[in-house]
């Protein structure tokens, strides 16, 4: 039986189970290397649940990181009518691909 937990990077929250793979905001890191994500604030394991207020305590979610990417473009486009004023930008968060290679209760 997996153990599955929710953790937060980066101020965002993302549920995860072992062997799991995930991008999350960029982490500083090279390639290969294990990361650990201690900010834990649910962890599950059969029918046994333990949350944190607001982390759990002594859990930890060990992960290895894949590769360093880019997120998707966003389109950011300024427009006004009657003017003849357009622009338009885009923009390429920073993201870090991760695999979940054990969640530690």
């Known amino acids: 039986m997996a153990y599955e937990a929710v953790f937060e990077s980066g101020g965002k929250q993302f549920a995860v189970g072992t062997g799991d793979v995930v991008c999350v905001p960029h982490l500083a890191g090279e390639i290969g290397t294990t990361v650990a994500f201690d900010r834990v604030l649910l ?14 305590a002594g859990a930890t979610v060990a992960a290895e990181i894949l590769s360093q990417d880019r997120a998707d473009k966003v389109v950011v486009f300024h427009f006004r009518r009657r003017v003849k004023y357009r622009r338009r930008t885009g923009h390429r968060q920073p993201q870090t691909k991760v695999r979940i290679t054990a969640v530690h209760a």
């Open 43 to 56: 962890v599950r394991h059969g029918n046994e649940t333990r949350t944190g207020q607001p982390h759990v």
